[in-house]
């Protein structure tokens, strides 16, 4: 029988950030019964007001109204449709209403999730072992897999409380250039990243733009959690304050909408320029990759959610309105809830951040955090968390865990600080978890 | 504003093959009454008949009715789910039932689309420059623009009437060893390949297989259409005969059910051994490189797809009765269209193949087949086709096109088998077409 050796596989089947998703997918489904902060998914309760079949209806009715006849236009639902999307006029319109990012719909392209987009994008920046993405340390894990899987160097750019840290970014890029390097592009997420829940200043967004122009790289701007800022709050996204053509903006309906859609978006505005003086929008490079990838997104899947957002009068805001408030709920149960529980004391050195939108609180321990940790803490006290260090490619994280409250309730979040503290008041001292772990093993 | 050179962006982005397709599309939208035979796309007949939500509630009542509750199964549609897919049990099967492929559930992942598939497969196998993939010549170009993506070598090994040259790829691997590479896979779609219509006969499947063993690669099959073989003259898929795990077995519901719903599977039972001694399937290793790439393939689309396949028993073969008959009467009519018009003669040279199944027919002509001789066909003679040499990585096809009749019902083939003789009459002769491109580009 046909044996395959890890080892003479693509090297990204070796790389520990998918290793870590695999950890946590299996620990939780050995702990069924734990309590767990540990995926950052949606909240299910919008999904039992979803009507798919009226979405559809109304996207069909939409394109029959515009330039097609409504056999045509119903038609569209199950054809393969152009590879840079059937929906590209709503998405923009929506961006341009809610976002203020003025984009021509042909630099769209509607992907299969914003992680298509990620791998697209750096598919076509990533030439050669010589270019480098920079990201912001720590990072989503789906920009690194993605860079992983492409066989493309990261450079980790440290952040603190404002976000990226632009001089670190700047230093990095004559780094680089020195050892003969690029730094292509830049990847953040400036509001409320995945996993630290940090927002990046309004004063370091211009200042990574004016870096960019300097330094001639993309900035990757990753906006899934923006629709979450408490109102009045919002700062502007990078791409609106995007003067020279800088950014490429990623988006995902995922949390606004639903993830079973997986419909993601990328604004890639920027010209490309062939040797032959011909010009096109980096979208349409990013829409032939698409090709080899997908083929292209689901029409189906597309009809859906531009569907719902012309039920909400084509505005993401409309359509998050009540999505943003559940998510705003729960990030303040969750840090009332470890104000509560926590008035008895703790050990010393466990902190968290208190961020104001997104779905993560970041929590500092003394002790490593790693998988030995969480399984006495799945096994011990029944509450589950996500190691910080896989989302490091700079090889921090070592005592951090992330917390996620999106698809909790309030009952589940005040339960599961309740384990958690305990848990915490018992082994986050120095000391106390490999003790226990020796016995746990045996 | 931000100018990218395409020089200095990933080499796939100047691949001919993505360049090609391109220009297919602009051509056809520069040419909208032109009758075309150049697009595999399945029929659209069938789609009037489809009933999207009667499916999806199919599929919720099984999934219902297997492990979960109804609420969990309905809220199954809106959310992330598996990244090797919710779908593997039905999907497994139909396989066992129609092609005696007797695949457990775990060894299946369902792509989006038999492209994500391609992907991921090569990604997997794909380690170093020194790994190659062998693929038939001509083969389908979604294979070449995956490798070309991943920056994947690429052996290509002809193949004749009985399909590929198992011999000349015997050579191939000796070849490459003896240059320090070595052929990983090879790419055979062994009925009714895309795009040259060709039927691998019954002894090369079994050579072929031989050879995986002997030289120890994998056989990538790509099942797109088996379906449509004449009843009775079906020859076993070459996962069916496969007694050693050497074939992974590539399949998509795009022309079975709807291209729109962008759904297809691997079967990847091969096992992979980490250096801890511990094993998986291949494809619990594709599903991991899939969460980079899509993260899971909607649960939606699974949904409309694992409910058309229940309504009709389980069955692919029910599944596909009437687009089957649909097909083989298109084919029959094109073929039959072509004798009837060219009763009165053609060039010396123009001949073309007689496949029983799939949707393609392969034309030679003694001049060259190329955009020049495209553009003629479709100003002059309101035909349009497709050139084969972009599907021949090794480097032919110069003088060949590819005629599909898949979409077009029986007048619009007779028209266009009209328009196509005419234009073959004018210019299928060495030197006509050269004198007129002059004419036209004044």
């Known amino acids: 029988m046909t044996l395959l050796a890890r080892e003479a596989m693509h090297a990204s089947l070796q790389d520990p950030v998918l290793e870590s998703i695999g950890f946590l997918n299996e620990i939780m489904s050995r702990y069924p019964g734990?309590?767990?902060?540990?995926?950052?998914?949606?909240?299910?309760?919008?999904?039992?007001?979803?009507?798919?079949?009226?979405?559809?209806?109304?996207?069909?009715?939409?394109?029959?109204?515009?330039?097609?006849?409504?056999?045509?236009?119903?038609?569209?639902?199950?054809?393969?449709?152009?590879?840079?999307?059937?929906?590209?006029?709503?998405?923009?319109?929506?961006?341009?209403?809610?976002?203020?990012?003025?984009?021509?719909?042909?630099?769209?392209?509607?992907?299969?999730?914003?992680?298509?987009?990620?791998?697209?994008?750096?598919?076509a920046l990533i030439a050669s072992p010589d270019d480098l993405l920079a990201v912001s340390d720590p990072c989503f894990v789906g920009i690194?897999?993605?860079?992983?899987?492409?066989?493309?160097?990261?450079?980790?750019?440290?952040?603190?409380?404002?976000?990226?840290?632009?001089?670190?970014?700047?230093?990095?890029?004559?780094?680089a250039r020195r050892s003969g390097r690029r730094i292509r592009a830049c990847y953040v997420a400036p509001d409320y990243a995945n996993p630290s829940g940090t927002r990046m200043a309004a004063e370091r967004r211009l200042r990574l733009l004016e870096l960019a122009d300097e330094e001639d790289f993309l900035v990757?701007?990753?906006?899934?959690?923006?629709?979450?800022?408490?109102?009045?709050?919002?700062?502007?996204?990078?791409?609106?304050?995007?003067?020279?053509?800088?950014?490429?903006?990623?988006g995902t309906f995922a949390k606004v909408c639903f993830p079973g859609a997986r419909v993601?978006?990328?604004?890639?505005?920027?010209?490309?320029?062939?040797?032959?003086?011909?010009?096109?929008?980096?979208?349409?490079?990013l829409a032939r990759l698409k090709t080899a990838v997908t083929v292209n997104t689901s029409p189906i899947c597309q009809a859906l959610i531009a569907g719902m957002l012309l039920e909400h009068g084509g505005s993401l805001t409309e359509l998050s309105r009540t999505r943003s408030v559940l998510y705003r709920r729960n990030l303040a149960h969750l840090l009332q809830a470890l104000d509560r529980e926590t008035v008895g004391g703790l050990p010393d050195g466990v902190e968290w951040n208190r961020p104001e939108g997104?779905?993560?609180?970041?929590?500092?321990?003394?002790?490593?955090?790693?998988?030995?940790?969480?399984?006495?803490?799945?096994?011990?006290?029944?509450?589950?968390?996500?190691?910080?260090?896989?989302?490091?490619?700079?090889?921090?994280?070592?005592?951090?865990l992330r917390l996620s409250c999106s698809y909790l309730g309030p009952e589940r979040i005040d339960e599961g600080v309740r384990r958690l503290v305990a848990f915490l008041r018992e082994y986050a001292m120095p000391g106390t978890a490999t003790a226990v772990v020796g016995g746990v093993s045996q």
Request: proline fraction near 7%.
């Open 34 to 123: 734990a309590l767990s902060f540990a995926p950052g998914a949606p909240h299910p309760a919008p999904y039992t007001e979803l009507n798919t079949a009226r979405y559809i209806d109304r996207f069909v009715a939409h394109a029959a109204s515009t330039s097609r006849t409504p056999d045509m236009a119903a038609r569209l639902l199950y054809e393969y449709g152009p590879a840079q999307g059937l929906i590209n006029d709503i998405v923009a319109d929506a961006l341009r209403r809610d976002l203020g990012i003025d984009a021509d719909p042909d630099s769209l392209v509607i992907t299969v999730g914003a992680q298509e987009a990620m791998l697209l994008v750096l598919r």
């Open 144 to 175: 690194t897999s993605a860079a992983s899987l492409l066989g493309a160097g990261v450079q980790a750019v440290p952040e603190d409380a404002d976000g990226l840290d632009v001089d670190a970014l700047s230093e990095a890029c004559r780094a």
């Open 220 to 250: 990757l701007e990753d906006n899934a959690y923006g629709f979450t800022a408490p109102p009045g709050t919002e700062l502007p996204a990078l791409k609106s304050l995007d003067t020279g053509r800088r950014v490429v903006h990623i």
């Open 264 to 285: 993601g978006y990328v604004v890639a505005d920027q010209i490309v320029r062939a040797s032959d003086g011909s010009a096109v929008t980096l979208a349409a490079e």
């Open 358 to 400: 997104g779905f993560f609180v970041r929590m500092r321990l003394p002790v490593p955090v790693d998988a030995q940790l969480l399984e006495i803490s799945a096994a011990e006290h029944g509450v589950l968390w996500t190691p910080m260090a896989p989302f490091h490619p700079g090889g921090g994280g070592t005592h951090t």
